[in-house]
C-alpha cells in the first residue's frame, strides 16, 4: 500500500518536508511560494535546471532548493532526468494547469473547427500536445464511420510511432529532436521506423509538406494523419490529428483528408494568436 503514515506523508506545507525556518528564511516568502518560484524558474527552462543552476537563478541556499525540489517531485509536479540530474516541471503541473486554463480551453474555443473536421472526414480527431519523448492526448471527437477508433485523453504514445510525433520532432526545438534522435527508439509494430536516419528524412518530408502519417506504425489497422498546432509566438503548441481505420485513411492519403486537416490545424492556430511563420 501506499506510504500514509504521518511521519513520512510530504505535501507542501513547512511541516511536511521543508522546515519551518522556510517560511522567513527566503527574503520573507511563505514556503508555498517559494515552491511556486521553483515551478516557475523550471517552466522557463525546457530543458531543465539543475540544482546549483537554480538556487543561483532564486538566490536561495542549494539545501533549501534541493528540500523544495524533493517535496515537488514526490508529488508529481516536477520530474528529475536521471542522466543528467536535471529538473523539469512534472505531468501534475501539465493536469494542473490544463485544469486552470478552463476558461481558455483550447477544445473549447476549436470544437466548432473540430466539429467541421470531423464531419468532413467521418474519423475521430484528436488535439495532443507533447513532452520530449512522448506526445500526450488533451481531447477528442469521435468520429462517425462504422469503424470507430476511440481514445482516452492522457493516453501517451513515442514520437516515432504516431504522426503526432512526427509533428513534434519537425516543428519542435531542435534541442528534443536531437536528444529523441540519439536514443533507441521502441517499436510498436513492424511499421514503426526504428532508424534514425530514416526517422531523420521523415521529419525533414513532415516539414516541407506540413503534416504527417504513421500508416500502421503504432496499430496494425490504424493509421492517423496530423498537423501542427501553432501559438501566437510561433512556437508548437501540440497537434491536430485525424485518426482511423486504414481503410478510412489509407498509406496515401486521400488529398481531400490532408486538406481538410491543414485548414482545419490553421484556423485553430489562427485562434490562439498565430499568424507568422513557425519557429523551428
Same mark, same amino acid.
Given at each position: ?12 506545507? +513547512? ?28 517552466? *522557463? ?26 517535496? @515537488? ?72 464511420? +462504422? ?21 513534434? !520532432? ?10 529523441? @534522435? ?22 525533414? @518530408? ?18 492517423? !494523419? ?17 485518426? =482511423? ?5 489509407? *498509406? ?23 499568424? =507568422?511563420?513557425?519557429?523551428?
Amino acid at each position: 500500500m501506499p506510504r500514509q503514515a504521518a511521519p513520512e506523508k510530504k505535501d507542501l506545507s +513547512p511541516a511536511a518536508g521543508v522546515d519551518a525556518q522556510d517560511d522567513t528564511a527566503d527574503h520573507g516568502l511563505p514556503t508555498a511560494i517559494v515552491s511556486l518560484k521553483v515551478i516557475e524558474a523550471l517552466a *522557463s527552462a525546457p530543458s531543465g535546471l539543475g540544482v546549483t543552476r537554480l538556487a543561483q537563478l532564486l538566490g536561495m541556499p542549494k539545501a533549501r532548493v534541493h528540500r523544495h525540489l524533493s517535496v @515537488l517531485r514526490e508529488h508529481g509536479y516536477v520530474d528529475q532526468d536521471q542522466d543528467n540530474n536535471q529538473y523539469r516541471v512534472g505531468w501534475q503541473m501539465f493536469l494542473l494547469g490544463r485544469a486552470c486554463t478552463s476558461r481558455f480551453d483550447v477544445m473549447s474555443l476549436a470544437k466548432p473547427i473540430l466539429e467541421h473536421l470531423r464531419d468532413q472526414v467521418g474519423q475521430t480527431v484528436v488535439i495532443s500536445t507533447f513532452s520530449d519523448n512522448e506526445v500526450v492526448v488533451i481531447d477528442l471527437l469521435r468520429g462517425t464511420a +462504422p469503424v470507430e477508433i476511440s481514445l482516452r485523453p492522457g493516453t501517451r504514445f513515442h514520437h516515432n510511432s504516431v504522426a503526432q510525433g512526427k509533428i513534434a !520532432l519537425a516543428y519542435g526545438a531542435e534541442k528534443l529532436r536531437r536528444a529523441y @534522435l540519439a536514443q533507441t527508439l521502441p517499436a510498436s509494430t513492424r511499421h514503426t521506423i526504428v532508424d534514425p536516419d530514416r526517422l531523420a528524412a521523415e521529419i525533414d @518530408l513532415v516539414r516541407k509538406r506540413g503534416w504527417a502519417d504513421a500508416p500502421e506504425e503504432l496499430y496494425i489497422g490504424i493509421n492517423a !494523419l496530423a498537423a501542427p498546432l501553432l501559438q501566437a509566438n510561433g512556437e508548437l503548441f501540440g497537434t491536430l490529428a485525424i485518426v =482511423g481505420s486504414i481503410h478510412y485513411l489509407p *498509406s496515401t492519403p486521400d488529398p481531400a483528408h490532408v486538406q481538410a486537416l491543414l485548414e482545419a490545424a490553421a484556423q485553430i492556430s489562427a485562434a490562439m494568436g498565430y499568424n =507568422g511563420k513557425p519557429t523551428r
